[in-house]
């Protein structure tokens, strides 16, 4: 997958949201921590379209593995 191509899964996004609920990380420390603007994550993220490159950056910056933000059960 490119840098480019979008990682799209219906519940990618809400698989974030919830994570960053549990570690009570802002949009703003997250982006932070990716180093990918606010502005960018908040829309990938809110559209279930985050790209390859920046689903690796947040999970790494989470903790988590990408399989678990997929909604894949272990």
Known sequence: ???????THPDIGAAIRAEMGRQ?????A???????????LAYQINENCVTGHNLIK?????????DQLRGARA
């Open 1 to 7: 997958m490119s840098d480019m191509q979008a990682t």
């Open 58 to 66: 947040i999970a790494d910056a989470l903790n988590v593995k990408i």
């Open 30 to 40: 997250l982006a932070e921590k990716t180093g990918t603007p606010r502005t960018t």
């Open 24 to 28: 009570r990380i802002t949009m703003s």
